[in-house]
């Protein structure tokens, strides 16, 4: 690339050296560039760039970035041929940045804020990119990606990312003290955290996010008014009169095999019970609906009773709350329903423990409600949508063309449209006979109808072949499948560490055993992921040597649960009223709304979404990276909060007359979420306080950077107490250790 900025070319030893590597790396400081990339927090691992190294020059030099996708391949960090292409160099220079830009390779500032660096600056580094280039030879591959590179989390880091996930709240001095003082999380210890936070509500919150997205209960962004259209037909209405109730009947068909999954979980049951399983955990409103679609009901089928169901005539505000576990026997009969008030007082008297019968096979999450109206299907489609996602969901398997296993039946394999001799066949051969399971019990409305064995339905899946016939059988089939206890770790490395796990790491492969030795008790697996060096970095796994150890964006659910719980927390401690300006509960964060849909439970922190799942593909939906809209998108609801948050009163959540010291000491350990005994809680409050003094000192500064220039204060913006107290929750609100992940 031709470069409109002089870069150095002397070739003179006193040119080449008169920027050392100390004097690089005070640029880089100078710069806030090790505020995400020094050696506690991504180092090695995350962004795979450690600007505190000593040997930064070897280890950066040939080395392509591990961010941007394949048209930044090329892109060295410093380039040994021509050092004055290197993208280092295009990163922190505007003129360089900006041609970059334009080409293929689409890359963020650094630092991301675009102040780019001074000219004085950008020829010093540049004059150690240059040196380096000529004078060092680069680390190999094979020892750049060698456990000499890796790099433990310290047990704080490892007690930060775990409750961030499973819980939201603040890390206490007390648990960090239960390291007594580890350098690394010990299993035994991380364990009893674990137990204690599931003891919560907040930890139950969490994992019940996990199963919506793990069970696949609705795709980002689906209307639920769409999502049950199918099964439930007068469910749709949305005018002010129905909008309340069809609200609270969808939020109980999202919910009911989430709490059926939470069920198994809390009573330590076999967690195959999530696919053969007939217990499920229902209320009274659950119950009508399940009546109201077994005897056909819906869209284009019988409606005499619509408007009871849907009118919300009979209900009652506790149908909705009444939760409990009922065995769902399988019948050849509907469940009788009708619109009338005894019917439903019929249903209350149902206890837990107590069986009904239904005609449709009600077995495993995958002939839940919410899973059928997540993946409907249509005359084309002809389930196979619902084999499709079944498979994924519960191995964490696609029908692959290259699966050799043999089918025994050809059954449903349309041969007008994948002939054996074409490569359709290859996945029709799977999927076609296995979606007959559907097919032969319910119509596209997912309404029974009388079983028929025409078409003899058959498992031919990743070395498995059965032939059967009910959908019990096939739900024993999928619960004995080799992949369903590696399928399910798999799902818990998604979560907890935004990325998959090497499957033939010997970590991931202990946890997959102990998963099946446990009788596929999943309460202790997690347990046992959590306190797994898998997950807290504590020592290097195959996993980590090949794909780094991540420190990905908070995402939605993340984000929002730990900014909720931390400002509660801190509304306690303070005994204020946590109101806006305008006297509302302040709003952490904000649900998608739409006065025409009705959209799942989704929440989002800005703009960054929670975790999701897309059709046909096995990994969850995760945004990792952190980008240009994103970063505006936080500063700005951080700002929202600061405004909302710091009053001169005690209606928000921080009284600006409390003592300084106070309010510096309750972000850091309330927000940021760095304990008293945290190894950096009296430097992030030292930077508080800094952010507080440059905020309100009255001696205008030349520019910007002047403040951040001097050893103490010299100068600042002149602001009053409120709007810097404002400043210092927005630096404590978009700091790394509240908006990533893995800190």
């Not at 892109?75 to 041609?99: F, G, Q």
């Not at 489609?381 to 619902?386: G, P, S, T």
């Not at 202990?510 to 008790?521: A, E, L």
């Not at 951040?708 to 210092?728: F, P, W």
Request: one cysteine or more; a negative charge; aromatic letters at 8%.
């Amino acid at each position: 690339m031709a470069s409109s900025i002089a870069v150095s070319t002397s070739s003179s030893a006193p040119a080449l050296e008169d920027c050392s590597i100390a004097e690089v790396q005070q640029v880089f400081t100078d710069n806030s560039c090790m505020l995400c990339h020094n050696a506690q927090i991504f180092g090695a691992n995350g962004g795979g760039l450690n600007l505190e190294s000593p040997d930064l020059g070897r280890e950066i030099l040939g080395v392509a970035s591990r961010n941007g996708d394949a048209s930044c391949s090329d892109e060295l960090l410093i380039d040994p041929v021509a050092p004055e292409d290197s993208l280092l160099l295009k990163l922190i220079n505007e003129d360089l940045h900006a041609e970059l830009n334009q080409t293929d390779c689409q890359r963020q500032p650094m630092p991301q804020t675009r102040n780019f660096m001074s000219d004085d600056e950008f020829q010093c580094v540049s004059r150690w990119v240059e040196h380096v280039a000529a004078t060092q030879m680069p680390v190999s591959s094979s020892s750049a990606s060698s456990t000499a590179a890796f790099m433990p989390s310290t047990a704080a880091e490892a007690l930060s990312k775990a409750k961030y996930i499973l819980h939201g709240g603040a890390p206490t001095a007390e648990e960090l003290a239960i390291f007594d003082g580890d350098s690394t999380a010990t299993p035994a210890k991380m364990k009893t955290l674990i137990e204690q936070w599931e003891q919560t509500p907040e930890y139950e919150y969490k994992l019940s996010r996990y199963f919506k997205v793990a069970f696949q209960v609705a795709a980002l962004g689906e209307s639920g008014r769409d999502r049950y259209i199918q099964q439930f037909w007068k469910l749709d209405k949305t005018s002010d009169e129905f909008k309340p109730f069809t609200e609270t009947m969808i939020a109980s068909l999202d919910d009911t095999y989430v709490n059926t999954a939470l069920d198994i979980y809390n009573n330590e049951r076999p967690f195959s019970e999530v696919i053969n399983g007939r217990k499920w955990r229902v209320n009274t409103a659950v119950l009508a609906a399940l009546a109201y679609t077994d005897n056909g009901a819906g869209w284009s089928g019988k409606k005499p009773y619509d408007d009871h169901f849907a009118k919300n005539i009979h209900f009652k505000a506790s149908d909705f709350t009444d939760w409990r576990t009922i065995t769902i026997a399988q019948g050849t009969t509907p469940f009788a329903y009708s619109g009338s008030a005894a019917f439903l007082d019929s249903l209350r008297a149902l206890n837990d423990g107590d069986t009904i019968t239904t005609r449709y096979p009600r077995i495993g999450f995958f002939n839940s409600p919410s899973f059928l109206g997540t993946w409907s299907t249509n005359v084309d489609n002809q389930f196979r949508v619902n084999a499709h996602q079944t498979v994924i969901t519960a191995l964490d398997q696609i029908f692959d063309p290259s699966d050799a296993t043999e089918h025994l039946r050809s059954d449903g394999i349309p041969l007008d449209h994948a002939g054996e001799d074409t490569v359709c066949f290859q996945c029709h051969r799977h999927m076609d006979t296995m979606r007959l399971a559907f097919m032969n019990t319910q119509n596209i409305n997912n309404h029974a109808i009388v079983p028929t064995d025409d078409l003899k339905p058959t498992f031919s899946f990743f070395g498995v072949s059965k032939n059967f016939t009910t959908m019990d059988e096939l739900a024993n089939i999928l619960a004995e499948h080799p992949d369903f206890p590696v399928a399910w770790i798999q799902k818990l490395c998604m979560w907890g560490n935004s990325q998959r796990c090497e499957e033939t790491d010997n970590e991931f492969k202990r946890i997959v055993q102990f998963f099946k030795n446990n009788n596929f008790n999943y309460r202790l697996t997690v347990r046992e992921f959590f306190s797994s060096p898998l997950f807290t970095g504590s020592s290097s796994t195959k996993t980590h040597e090949e794909k780094g150890f991540m420190v990905s964006i908070a995402r939605g659910d993340h984000l929002c649960a730990s900014m909720e719980n931390r400002l509660n927390a801190l509304k306690t401690i303070n005994n204020t009223q946590g109101l806006d300006r305008r006297g509302n509960a302040i709003e952490v964060c904000r649900p998608p709304t739409d006065s025409k849909r009705l959209k799942l439970d989704e929440k989002h922190f800005g703009i960054v979404p929670p975790d999701g799942f897309n059709r046909a593909k096995k990994d969850f939906v995760q945004v990792t990276q952190v980008g240009a809209f994103s970063t505006k998108s936080l500063d700005l609801k951080c700002a929202q909060l600061a405004r909302h948050s710091i009053n001169n009163n005690d209606q928000g959540i921080i009284n600006i007359n409390q003592n300084l010291d106070t309010t510096y000491t309750q972000l850091v350990e309330q927000v940021m979420g760095l304990p008293s005994n945290h190894p950096r809680h009296s430097k992030n409050k030292d930077e508080l306080k800094r952010i507080y003094q440059i905020s309100t000192n009255d001696n205008a500064c030349s520019s910007e950077e002047a403040a951040l220039e001097q050893d103490s204060v010299t100068c600042g913006l002149g602001l009053n107490k409120l709007s810097a107290l404002r400043n210092v929750f927005f630096a404590a609100c978009t700091s790394p250790d509240i908006l990533s992940m893995g800190m």
